[in-house]
């Protein structure tokens, strides 16, 4: 993808401009490698591999949109799962 795409999705705020953080570009590509590190481990089960691989592509990802200077405005925000209780 060329800037010019880039700054297509930040016209449709989708992104926006954010000078990159060096430390924040690190840790991501600290965590995609170690999740693809590991996703070459046989003793896992093909699904934890596929995630692991799928996350590590992310992070790398995400890692090159940060150090182009963009980070994206839809950010997937995990919510709390609720525990069912059971009362005695």
Same mark, same amino acid.
């Given at each position: 993808?060329n !800037? ?11 992104? %926006?401009?954010?000078? +990159?953080?060096?430390?924040e570009?690190?840790?991501l590509?600290? !965590? ?5 590190n590991?996703?070459?481990f046989?003793?896992l089960?093909?699904e !934890?591999?596929?995630?692991?691989s799928?996350?590590?592509?992310h992070?790398? !990802?995400?890692a090159?949109?940060?150090h182009c200077?963009y980070r994206?405005d839809?950010r997937?925000?995990?919510? +709390?799962?609720?525990?069912a209780? %059971?009362?005695?």
């Amino acid at each position: 993808m060329n !800037s010019e795409s880039l700054d297509n999705l930040v016209k449709i705020n989708k992104l %926006h401009r954010e000078p +990159p953080d060096a430390e924040e570009i690190k840790g991501l590509i600290r !965590s995609g490698t170690v999740r693809l590190n590991d996703a070459r481990f046989e003793s896992l089960s093909i699904e !934890s591999r596929f995630d692991l691989s799928y996350n590590a592509a992310h992070a790398l !990802s995400l890692a090159a949109l940060r150090h182009c200077g963009y980070r994206s405005d839809n950010r997937y925000l995990r919510k +709390p799962l609720k525990v069912a209780t %059971h009362s005695t």
